[in-house]
Structures are given as structure tokens and as C-alpha cells.
């Protein structure tokens, strides 16, 4: 006996003790998301004992749902009918699970097959009907109706699957559309993130755009402050300048009234006088260096003042520079919350998208309902139209071969008249011929005998035809005297009116039918 390798692979489920070989069995079991299953795999009844897989007393395919994919688990079930199950007896049976390359997956436990007993499996059942023919009562009886436990037992089993069905479709659905969501919010929280993270990839190049901003305005405002204490030291130089040119200017004009003082005393100090010019001389020219250099002082003053002025401009541009990323960073902050209003905007947008959703899909399912009726109907309206045009094509095809058979005729009557025609040219000749000969004494005679062959030739030709009755003497005989052509009679040209008629009325079916026939 082969052994399953895993037992485990196909547990079967609510196998039961005994089986009534007049009812279908049904054999539920779960297979597991370790194998590979497919629609190929069967499920067998086999006695026990059974040395290999064709010792099966009967087997069935694996119906696999529709939802199933490898790697997940799923529970299905297999019907056996009636008709193939073993008769009543105390033999021991079980289900075997075989995968589609020989391999036993799964085995039940042991169960047999007997017959019901007659009292044992009956069951009662009330039911309450309307009296119908009593109108003026209208009062319910109670029926007593006697079913088979199997029976009733299948029924029940039978409602209880089709509700397990009903309830395990609308699970996979609510799963699948479970899934459908959480795989949009997955979505929508991983798009959140990577703008979050470019919103503080942003932010970090703002914040160290700004850092270095404030340290270059740190710097220009150190450099600021060396100006102004270069300036200060400058300024502080000029008015030692100007205090050292105010004491000379005072030192001078002491000069000055030491000169006038002196002046009285010239003569007696002209050697002092001579050291007070030299001095004098010495004294101016200091002045003068010291007014080069004020003058220096000055157009440095003056580059340093420009200087100052353009380190001021700079520091107004960076303060401009400053408030701008300010008001960058405060949009970007509005920015962040617009962005978080419009995620939870958009949030309530997926939860009613899904409810369109599933709705759109109900709607999807009455409209292929109503597709499916309408196709039927159209189904039998072309099936209709198409035995029509069956009928049509017959009538056609019967059609065709009268008018074939119409033709035929036509051309054998045609050949007749252009028979009878060459023997009036003939009877026209002879004729001729014997007016010419004969004197006109002897004419009574030849007209009877020429009047008589005529009749014979004229009866030759005409009966040779089956359909047509044979024409008159005079019609086919009647020769003029004068020398114009020979002409048919009224009856020929009737008879050639209602065949050209006839054709007409042969044509006109096989014109109307042609745009059914397409």
C-alpha cells in the first residue's frame, strides 16, 4: 500500500461513519499552502486494504475555487453520486486524496455504505397548507408528511453549504476589497512620507541656507565694527591733529606778539630774531607737512566713509535676503499644513471612491445580468432568423430550378418555332416555284393537291412537340398570294406574349429574394 509522504497536506473533514448508497456523497476537506494544488488532483473511494491507485471503486475531479493561487490554504469540496457508489454491505471504505502525478496527499477514516431502516431514518414534518376549496372557512390544516433522515439530513446540509458559499463570497470580497484599501492607504502614507521627506530635506537646506546667511552677517557686522573703531581711532587722531594745529596756531601768535615785542628790541636782538626766523621757517614748514597729511587724512577718511556706506548697502541686502527666506520658511510651514488638510481630504476621498466602487460593481453585476438576458434573446431572435433564411435559401433554390426547368422549355420551344419557320420558307418556295410551272388552267387541281401537302407537312412538324397542341392549318399554312415575307399568325404572337409574361413573373421572386438571401 503507498504511504502518503505528508498526511497531513489534505486533512479531510466531517467524514461520517456511514453513507446511503441512494443519496450523493459529499467529502469536504482543506488543503494546505505547503503544495502546489491543482484542478487535475482526484479524489477516490477505495476499499480498505487497496494495494495501488487503480483499485479505486470510484473517483472525482477537484473542483478548486476560483479565488485559489499557490501559497494559500483553501477549503473545497467533492460530490460523489449516487449512481456510482458501492451497494450496502459491512466492507470498509475511505476517501484518498491523489495530487495529478500519482501521489497520495491525504487519506479519511474509515466509513461503510447501508441501506436505511424503514422506521429508524424516518422524520416527521409538519407543514401548513390553505384550504382552497373551502372559501367561507379559510381555516390552515396541519399536514403530517413523513421524509427520509437522509433526506431531510441532505436538504439541510445542502442550505447550510449554499449559505457557507454565500457567506465564504462575500468574505473573499470584503478581504479583497479589505486589501484594496489597505494597499491605497499604503500608498497614500508612502507618498505622504517621501513628501515629508522632501518637505524636510527642504527645510534642513533652508535652516543651513539661513545658518550660513547669519554667519555672513555676523561677519559683515565684525567687519562693521572694525570700521567704525577704525574710524573712531582716525577721528581721534584728527582732533589730536587739530588740537596739535590749534596749539601751534596759538604758538604762533605768541610768536607773533613775541615778534612785536621784539620789534622794539630788533636792533638790540637781530641775532635772536635770525634764530626766531629760522625757527619761523622750521614752523611753517611742519604746517604745511602737517597739512599734506590732513589732507591725506581727509581722502582716507573718505574711502573709509565709502567703504562704510558699502558694507551698509551689503548689510540692507542681507537683511532683505533675511526677511525673504523668513517668509519662505512661514509659506513653506502653511504649505505643510495645506498639505495636511489636503491628505485628509484625500483620505475621505479613497473611503468615498470605495464606496463608488462598490457600488459601480453591483451595478457592473445587474448590468451583465440584463447583458446576459438580452443576448439570449437576441440568441433566439438570430436563431429565428436564421431558420428563416434556411427556408428562404430552400425556396430560392426551388425557385431556381423551375426557372432552369422554364429555360429549357423556352429554348425547346424556340427551336420548334424556328423549325416550324424553315418549313413556311420551304412551303413558301414550293409554291413559287409551282405558280411559275404550272398554266393557269390546271390551277384548281394543284391548289387542292398543294393544300394537302401542306396539312401533312404542317401535322408532322407540330406534333413533334409533347406540351404545346397542335396548331391549325391555316395558321401554319396560310400562304399569300403576293410576294411579302411570310408573317405569324395572332395565335404565334399570344403564345410569345404570355411566354416573355411567364419569364417576367419567373424573374421577379429571385429579385425580391435577394435581399433576404444576404
Known amino acids: 500500500m503507498d504511504a502518503p509522504e505528508r498526511p497531513a497536506a489534505a486533512q479531510f473533514r466531517n467524514v461520517g461513519q456511514f453513507y446511503f448508497p441512494q443519496t450523493r456523497v459529499e467529502c469536504h476537506l482543506s488543503l494546505s499552502p505547503e503544495r502546489r494544488w491543482s484542478a487535475r488532483d482526484w479524489i477516490g473511494i477505495f476499499k480498505v486494504g487497496w494495494t495501488c491507485l487503480k483499485d479505486y471503486h470510484t473517483y472525482t475531479w477537484v473542483n478548486l475555487p476560483e479565488s485559489y493561487s499557490h501559497g494559500s490554504s483553501v477549503d473545497c469540496c467533492a460530490l460523489f453520486h449516487a449512481f456510482y457508489l458501492p451497494r450496502p454491505g459491512p ?8 495530487d495529478q502525478s500519482g501521489q497520495v496527499c491525504g487519506r479519511s477514516r474509515t466509513f461503510n455504505f447501508c441501506s436505511p431502516k424503514p422506521l429508524e ?49 462575500t468574505l473573499d470580497e470584503a478581504r479583497r476589497e479589505l486589501e484594496a ?21 527642504e527645510l534642513s ?52 606778539e613775541d615778534e612785536k615785542v621784539a620789534r622794539g628790541r630788533e636792533e638790540e636782538a637781530n641775532a635772536e630774531l635770525e634764530r626766531l626766523r629760522e625757527r619761523v621757517q622750521k614752523m611753517t614748514c611742519q604746517m604745511k607737512h602737517e597739512e599734506e597729511k590732513k589732507k591725506s587724512l581727509q581722502a582716507e577718511h573718505e574711502s573709509l566713509s565709502q567703504e562704510v556706506r558699502g558694507l551698509q548697502d551689503r548689510l540692507d541686502s542681507s537683511e532683505l535676503l533675511a526677511q525673504a527666506l523668513r517668509r519662505d520658511l512661514r509659506q513653506m510651514t502653511s504649505r505643510h499644513s495645506q498639505l495636511h488638510t489636503e491628505l485628509q481630504q484625500s483620505r475621505l476621498q479613497g473611503a468615498q471612491l470605495s464606496l463608488q466602487l462598490s457600488q459601480d460593481q453591483l451595478q457592473q453585476r445587474e448590468e451583465r445580468a440584463d447583458w446576459a438576458l438580452e443576448r439570449e434573446s437576441f440568441r433566439q431572435a438570430a436563431e ?28 425547346r420551344l424556340e427551336k420548334e418555332r424556328d423549325h416550324i419557320r424553315a418549313q413556311q420558307r420551304e412551303l413558301q418556295e414550293l409554291k413559287s416555284v409551282q405558280r411559275k410551272s404550272e398554266s393557269g388552267a390546271q390551277e384548281p387541281q394543284t391548289s387542292s393537291v398543294k393544300q394537302e401537302e401542306e396539312d401533312d407537312l404542317c401535322t408532322k412538324s407540330t406534333y413533334s412537340s409533347d406540351d404545346e397542341d397542335p396548331p391549325s392549318s391555316s395558321s401554319l399554312c ?17 403564345e410569345e406574349e404570355l411566354y416573355e409574361s411567364a419569364k417576367d413573373n419567373l424573374m421577379a421572386p429571385k429579385l425580391t429574394d435577394a435581399p433576404q438571401s444576404k
Open 181 to 201: 484599501e489597505r494597499e491605497r492607504v499604503q500608498r497614500s502614507e508612502r507618498a505622504w512620507q517621501r513628501e515629508r521627506e522632501v518637505l524636510k530635506r
Open 478 to 494: 396560310s400562304v399569300s398570294t403576293d410576294t411579302d415575307p411570310p408573317q405569324l399568325s395572332s395565335e404565334s404572337w399570344e
Open 91 to 98: 466492507a470498509q471504505y475511505e476517501f484518498v486524496y491523489v
Open 384 to 411: 429565428s432568423d436564421k431558420n428563416k433564411l434556411e427556408e428562404l435559401h430552400a425556396e430560392l433554390r426551388r425557385k431556381e430550378e423551375w426557372l432552369q426547368d422554364e429555360r429549357a422549355e423556352r429554348e
Open 205 to 256: 537646506e533652508l535652516r543651513e541656507t539661513i545658518a550660513q546667511h547669519t554667519n555672513t552677517l555676523k561677519r559683515m557686522e565684525g567687519k562693521h565694527q572694525d570700521v567704525k573703531y577704525n574710524q573712531e581711532n582716525l577721528s581721534s587722531e584728527l582732533s589730536k591733529l587739530l588740537s596739535e594745529k590749534a596749539a601751534s596756531v596759538r604758538r604762533i601768535e605768541e610768536l607773533e
Open 121 to 169: 431514518e424516518l422524520e416527521a414534518v409538519r407543514e401548513e397548507q390553505d384550504d382552497e376549496r373551502d372559501d367561507e372557512r379559510e381555516e390552515e390544516e396541519e399536514l403530517m408528511v413523513v421524509v427520509s433522515r437522509a433526506t431531510l439530513l441532505q436538504k439541510c446540509l445542502d442550505e447550510s453549504l449554499k449559505c457557507q458559499g454565500a457567506l465564504q463570497g
